[in-house]
């Protein structure tokens, strides 16, 4: 039976089984959408990504883009922990800040150097 009032977008978002891959390919989209130009994803198929899932410009400056799209409810303390990881990205690949997408709740945040 198909969900209504936007519940049936809640759940898939929730229980994502489409991979690394396909997050990072709706992230881009999200990004586009929010004005960020030239997003380039790094290794959306696995490998090593370098502490970043995609580059990406914001007024001419780089940025790197972290996407956090884990499978069910996740606690405060595992998604501080994603960012803080992933937020040294910005210095390893001389980037002026991170955007990071936590996609299940439609949150992204812009953290400066």
Do not use: C
């Amino acid at each position: 039976m198909r969900r209504n009032e936007g519940r049936e977008t809640w759940h898939r978002l929730l229980e994502w089984d489409k991979g690394q891959a396909a997050a990072e390919r709706l992230a881009a989209v999200i990004l586009l959408n929010e004005g960020f130009r030239g997003v380039d994803p790094s290794h959306p198929l696995g490998g090593r990504d370098g502490l970043k899932d995609m580059v990406l410009s914001d007024n001419g400056s780089k940025w790197i883009g972290a996407v956090y799209f884990p499978r069910g409810q996740q606690n405060f303390l595992d998604i501080k922990t994603k960012f803080l990881h992933d937020i040294t990205g910005v210095k390893q690949n001389y980037a002026n800040g991170m955007v990071f997408l936590l996609i299940k709740n439609y949150v992204y945040q812009k953290e400066k150097n």
